[in-house]
C-alpha cells in the first residue's frame, strides 16, 4: 500500500452537559433506523488507480501501490469530500478532466467499485469528430457530446496517454498540460457532476498570475480561501497558460499553490507547495491581480537520520484556516520515493491558523539484522526557511510492532506503519514489512495511530482491492519510550472495544445517544488489544436490528445502525450481526457471529458524556455534529489464548483462555455496571452440538481451559456474557485457531 490516510476531520468533541434524551414520539414509537454501512468502498480513478475509500467516521483514504499505479497524488478536502487527484493528472484539471472526476467521495457513495466501469462524460471542442480517448469506450455519441466508460485496465492506458502527453509539452518547451488533450476534448467529466454554488454576495473578479518554475505561465492547481470568514469563500482555482480568476466576496485571501514537475518521461521529479498571505479584495474599485510564483518554493523538505535509511515515502500536509467558519482548505501532497518536496518560507498568518506537517518514511537496508523504519514528522504554524530535519535517535519513540498471520498467507508479509493526527484527521502510511516484525522509530512527542494490512494476493485484472485492515488508536508516545504491539493475535473477531479518551478511529463511537438519536457499529475485525478496530473488505454479511424485541431492520453487509425519532424512556436494542470472511481465502476467524443487547437509559448520565475527539455520529443524526454525546453500556469482549504460536497455531492438547469482559469505553468514560455472568463452549463438529467448558473468575476476568481436539480438526469458540443492566453479548467464532495438523 502506498498510502492509507484518514482524511475527514474529527468532529467537535463533547461538552458539559448531554441534551435529555426527549423526543415528540409516544412511548410506543419504533424509531427510525438506517444502516451505518460497511465501513469502507473500493472505488478506482480514471488513471486505473485503486483507492480504498472509508465511509464511516473517519474517512481513510488508502492507496493501493500496484505496478502501475501512480507517483505521486495531490488529496484535497474540499467542502466535506475527498479527492484523490494523480500527479499526471493535476495539469489538465479544468481544461480537460474535471475534479469530480477524482472526487472519491462521491465515487464510494454512488457504488462505483473498483471491479466495474468507471462511467465519464465527454464533451468536444467545435469541429471535432468525437473520438474515444486512450483508454476510453464510449457508448454513445450526440453532437459534440459522448458518454463512455473507462474500466481498471484501461485506466493504465489512459494514464499513459496523460503521461504522453506531457512529455510532448515538455519536449515542445511548454508547461505540462499545455496542448489539447487527445487532439480536441473540451473535458471530461464525472456524471451529474454539479455546478458549486455562488455566494449570495457582490462580487469581484480575482485574477492570479501562476508562474512556473522557469519563469513561464504555469498550470497550477490553487486553493483559495477567505481568512475572515471561510463560509464566504473557500474554493479552487485552476490557472491555465498563466492564469486563473476568481469571483469572490471583499475580504481577505489566502492562497496556496500546488505544483508537479515531471523529468522528460513525464515521471514525477517533485511536488511543490507555494502558500500565498495577505491578499485583499476592496469593495470597490479595481481588484489588484496577485502573483503566484513556483519559484517562491525554495526550501527543500529534507530528513536525514542517525541509522541508515532510504526515503520511502514524503508527505506534505497543509491546511488553512480562517478567523471565522473554521477549518477552510486542506491537502496532502503524497510522493514515492524518487519524488522531491520544495515549500515556500511562509510566517504565521496574522488573521486565522496554519497547519504544516512534514512527514517522511525512510527503511533500513535490506542487509540490515534486524529491518527498522523511521517514520518522522515535523508540525509548525509556519514553513521555516530551513527544513532540513536531523531528528536524534533519542527524541524518537520506539514501537515494535510483531504481526500474527493466518498460515493462509504463507510467506507474504503485511504492511504496517503509523501515522499522526492532523486538522484533517489522522494520516496513516502502511508499507509492506520486510517480514513479520518491525521495528519503527516514531517521532517523541506526538501522537501516533498504527496500523496493519494483511496481506494482499496479487492483484486480478479488473478486480477489487482486497485490503483488511486492523488499526489502533491513537496515543502520544514520548521521546525514548518504547512500546510493543503484537497484531492479530487470535481471534480477529468483531468487538467494541475500550478507547483511549480521543479516539478518533475508524467508527468513531461505536455506540452513542444524542438527542433523540442513537448509533451502534460493532468493528468487524479486532484482536488481543482492546482498542483495535478494522475491516476486510471482501467480507460479506448480514445485520439485524431490534428495538424493544419488535424486528425494526434486516441488511446485508453492514457493520451497525444509526436510529432517529428515538422515543423517550428506557428501552433495549439489539443487534445480531453475522460476518463471513472465506472469500479472501483464510482458514481463522473466517465466520462470526455476534448477538449483542445494549440497554438504552433514556436519560442524562454526566459521567457518561463522550470525551472530545471522538466523531459521533449520534449527534451528526441528531442535526448537530458538535453536540454532546453520551456513551451506551454495550458489552465487548477480549480474549488472549495462551500457547500459540506466531501463526495462531495450538501445539498443545489442552487450551487455555483469559477473557475479559467489559464495556465500550473513552478514557474513563464507560459503563462500569456489574458483570454477572460469562460462559465459554467450544464445539468440534462445525456448531452441531455445544460443551460448556470451565469457567472460573469474575469481575470481568476469567480462565476457561478445554482440550483440543485431535490435529488437524476444527474448533468453534462460543462465549456468552452478561451485565446487572439486562446487556448481554452471544459471540461466535468459527476456528478461531487452528490445531497442529
Known amino acids: 500500500m502506498l498510502a492509507a490516510a484518514a482524511l475527514s476531520a474529527p468532529a467537535a468533541g463533547a461538552s458539559a452537559q448531554t441534551p435529555a434524551a426527549t423526543s415528540a414520539a409516544p412511548p410506543s414509537a419504533t424509531p427510525t433506523a438506517t444502516p451505518a454501512g460497511s465501513g469502507a468502498a473500493a472505488v478506482v480513478l480514471p488513471t486505473g488507480d485503486r483507492v480504498v475509500v472509508g465511509t464511516g467516521a473517519v474517512g481513510v483514504v488508502t492507496i493501493a501501490e500496484d505496478a502501475d499505479a501512480s507517483d505521486a497524488f495531490m488529496t484535497l478536502v474540499l467542502g466535506g469530500d475527498t479527492y484523490v487527484v494523480p500527479a499526471q493528472a493535476q495539469p489538465y484539471l479544468d481544461h480537460g478532466l474535471d475534479l469530480s472526476l477524482f472526487d472519491v467521495t462521491k465515487l464510494a457513495a454512488a457504488g462505483h467499485r473498483a471491479g466495474g466501469r468507471i462511467p465519464v462524460v465527454l464533451r468536444f471542442a467545435a469541429g471535432v469528430t468525437p473520438t474515444a480517448p486512450a483508454g476510453v469506450t464510449l457508448t454513445a455519441v450526440s453532437g459534440q457530446t459522448a458518454t463512455g466508460y473507462l474500466t481498471p485496465d484501461s485506466g493504465h492506458a489512459f494514464a499513459q496517454a496523460l503521461r504522453d502527453g506531457i512529455k510532448a509539452d515538455l519536449a515542445a518547451g511548454h508547461p505540462a498540460g499545455t496542448g489539447a488533450l487527445f487532439g480536441g476534448l473540451a473535458s471530461m467529466t464525472a456524471p451529474g ?16 498570475n501562476a508562474v512556473d ?52 518521461q513525464a ?7 507555494v502558500p500565498v498571505e495577505g491578499i485583499t479584495v476592496p469593495d470597490s474599485g479595481p481588484v489588484p491581480p496577485v502573483t503566484v510564483d513556483i519559484r517562491a518554493a525554495t526550501t527543500p523538505v529534507t530528513f536525514t537520520t542517525q541509522k541508515p535509511a532510504t526515503r520511502q515515502l514524503s508527505e506534505t500536509t497543509y491546511v488553512r484556516t480562517a478567523a471565522v467558519g473554521g ?54 504554524d509556519h514553513f521555516d526557511a530551513n527544513q532540513s530535519y536531523a531528528p536524534a535517535d533519542s527524541s524518537l519513540a520506539t514501537l515494535l510492532h510483531t504481526a500474527v498471520l493466518d498460515p493462509h498467507y504463507g510467506t507474504t508479509p503485511p504492511a504496517l506503519g503509523s501515522g499522526t493526527p492532523s486538522p484533517l484527521g489522522t494520516i496513516a502510511v502502511s508499507l509492506e514489512a520486510p517480514g513479520a516484525a518491525l521495528t519503527e522509530y516514531v517521532t517523541g512527542g506526538l501522537r501516533w495511530l498504527s496500523e496493519m494490512q494483511l496481506p494482499r494476493p496479487a492483484p486480478t485484472p479488473g478486480g477489487t482491492p482486497t485490503l483488511a485492515f486492523l488499526q489502533s488508536d491513537p496515543r502520544l508516545y514520548t521521546a525514548g519510550q518504547t512500546v510493543a504491539r503484537t497484531w492479530g493475535a487470535a481471534p480477529m473477531a468483531p468487538e467494541f472495544g475500550r478507547h483511549v479518551s480521543a479516539a478518533a478511529n475508524l467508527f468513531g463511537c461505536q455506540a452513542c445517544a444524542s ?29 439485524q436490528l431490534y428495538w424493544n424485541g419488535k424486528l425494526v431492520s434486516s441488511d446485508v453487509d453492514q457493520l451497525g445502525y444509526v436510529l432517529t425519532d428515538v422515543p423517550a424512556g428506557p428501552a433495549t436494542m439489539r443487534m445480531v450481526l453475522d460476518y463471513d470472511r472465506t472469500a479472501s481465502g483464510i482458514t481463522q476467524s473466517a465466520r462470526t457471529h455476534t448477538d449483542v443487547t445494549i440497554p438504552y437509559p433514556g436519560h442524562d448520565d454526566p459521567s457518561m458524556v463522550l470525551p472530545a475527539g471522538t466523531p459521533c455520529d449520534a449527534a451528526t443524526a441528531a442535526g448537530d455534529p458538535s453536540a454532546p454525546c453520551q456513551v451506551l453500556p454495550a458489552l465487548t469482549l477480549n480474549y488472549r489464548f495462551k500457547d500459540l504460536t506466531d501463526r495462531n497455531v495450538a501445539q498443545s492438547p489442552a487450551q487455555n483462555l483469559v477473557l475479559r469482559v467489559g464495556h465500550l469505553s473513552y478514557g474513563h468514560v464507560g459503563s462500569k455496571a456489574h458483570i454477572t455472568s460469562a460462559q465459554v463452549s467450544v464445539s468440534f463438529d ?53 490445531v497442529q495438523p
Open 327 to 380: 477549518l477552510g482548505a486542506g491537502v496532502v501532497m503524497i510522493g514515492g520515493s524518487l519524488v522531491d518536496t520544495y515549500v515556500a518560507p511562509t510566517a504565521k498568518p496574522a488573521t486565522g491558523s496554519l497547519y504544516y506537517q512534514a512527514a517522511w518514511i525512510g527503511q533500513s537496508p535490506a542487509a540490515a539484522a534486524a529491518p527498522y523504519r523511521y517514520n518522522l514528522a515535523a508540525v509548525s
Open 193 to 208: 457532476a454539479s455546478t458549486p454554488v455562488q455566494p449570495n454576495y457582490p462580487l469581484h473578479i480575482l485574477q492570479l
Open 267 to 273: 515521471h514525477t521529479a517533485k511536488q511543490e507547495l
Open 515 to 543: 438527542g433523540t438519536a442513537v448509533n451502534a457499529v460493532l468493528g468487524m475485525l479486532g484482536d488481543a488489544n482492546p482498542d483495535t478496530t478494522g475491516l476486510d473488505l471482501s467480507a460479506s454479511g448480514t445485520a
Open 213 to 264: 518554475d522557469s519563469g513561464g505561465p504555469a498550470n497550477l492547481s490553487i486553493l483559495l480561501m477567505n481568512t475572515d470568514n471561510a463560509r464566504l469563500y473557500n474554493g479552487r482555482v485552476e490557472s491555465y497558460q498563466g492564469v486563473a480568476r476568481a469571483a469572490v466576496p471583499a475580504g481577505h485571501y489566502a492562497a496556496f499553490a500546488l505544483n508537479y514537475a515531471f523529468d522528460p
Open 686 to 738: 462445525g456448531g452441531a452440538t455445544w460443551r460448556d467448558v470451565p469457567t472460573r473468575g469474575g469481575d470481568g476476568t476469567y480462565t476457561a481451559h478445554w482440550a483440543n481436539p485431535a490435529p488437524g480438526a476444527h474448533v468453534a469458540l462460543r462465549v456468552t456474557a452478561t451485565d446487572c443492566l439486562g446487556g448481554s453479548i452471544t459471540q461466535t467464532v468459527t476456528d478461531p485457531y487452528t
